[in-house]
Every structure is written in C-alpha cells, then in structure tokens.
C-alpha cells in the first residue's frame, strides 16, 4: 500500500509543472479572444453610430454583447483598462481600445496589459 501511494505521489508531482502550463495557456487563449472580440464590437459600434462607446456597458445596453467578458488573468470584467478616443481638442470622447488590467507577464515575455 505504502508503494502505491509513494508512486501515485510521484506522478502527480510529475503531472503539476504540466497542468499549471495547460492552465495558463488557456487563460492566455481566452484573453486573446476577448480582447479580439471588444475590440471588433467597438468598431461595429463606431461603424454604426459614428461615435466611440462612453463605456463598455454601452456595448450591453445597445445589443451588441450579452455582458463584458471577464478578463481571465485578472478574473474580474471590472479590471479591463480603457484606452480612450479623443477629440480634436483632446477631449476623451469614447473608448477607442481594451487593454488587459494585469500587471502580470505572459508565458512568451510580454506583459497582458500590453496586448
């Protein structure tokens, strides 16, 4: 018995460096998903209405997403960080652009609020 719980002990050691990176690749996977899907709805909106959205939940109200997907490193959909559109005279008239409010680094180098 002693045996078999040493051996089942050894691989799941063996098996945990494996899921962590299956885990993370994962999450990277979504948040390049979701951060290509924002950024598609926010030219729709623009191509539509001739004016950028004053805030992600304008994209709810107006239909064009059921809800602001989480963003998966941070685990909130109230973490992403807006870049916004500005005017000729520098007013920020919308959102322009999504970024990823994590400060954490990507399995390649980067940075996810770089993305």
Known sequence: MLI???????????????FNRAVTAAKEATLKENLFILRDVIDQFYADN?????ALTELVEKGYI????????????ETWVIVPATDENGQQVGVFDVKS???RTARDGSNYSDW
Do not use: C, E, N, W
């Open 4 to 18: 078999v719980v040493t051996i089942i002990g050894i691989l799941v050691t063996l098996a945990q460096p494996s």
């Open 50 to 54: 001739t004016k950028y959205p004053t």
């Open 101 to 103: 409010g994590s400060d």
């Open 66 to 77: 059921r809800h602001v997907p989480k963003d998966p490193i941070t685990g909130s959909a």
